[in-house]
């Protein structure tokens, strides 16, 4: 079991920046893609933004490219994304998520998540 803790939400205007944190315990973190996905009301989960477990390798939303950066530190048990340019459309409950292999954009494929965190962008 990998157990997955997320923090760094809030409240930002539109144009500003957050930066969500995954603390990761329990198995090895590091034997794992970790992924970022976000839930906005009346609407379905959805990929942001993954990560290989070397970090070499990441994917991302289009909605995202170029705002957004994933990024993990395995010494520490941790994943981030750096969000910037932020936009009201980007409010949402972010999770991070855990699954053996590759990354991928796929909800079911990830068998560990968190809580959830909330991001509001105001307008």
């Known amino acids: 079991q990998v157990q997955l803790v997320e923090s760094g939400g809030g409240l930002v205007q539109a144009g500003g920046s957050l930066r969500l944190s995954c603390a990761a315990s329990g198995r090895t973190f590091v034997n794992y893609a970790m992924g970022w996905f976000r839930q906005a009301p009346g609407k379905e989960r959805e990929f942001v933004a993954a990560?290989?477990?070397?970090?070499?390798?990441?994917l991302y939303a289009d909605f995202v490219k170029g705002r957004f950066t994933i990024s993990r530190d395995n010494a520490k048990n941790m994943m981030y994304l750096q969000m910037n340019s932020l936009k009201p459309e980007d409010t949402a409950v972010y999770y991070c998520?855990?699954?053996?292999?590759?990354?991928?954009?796929?909800?079911?494929?990830?068998?560990?998540w968190g809580q959830g965190n909330q991001v509001t962008v105001s307008a």
């Open positions: 990560i290989r477990w070397s970090g070499g390798s990441t």
């Open positions: 998520a855990g699954k053996g292999g590759s990354g991928s954009m796929v909800v079911s494929q990830y068998p560990y």
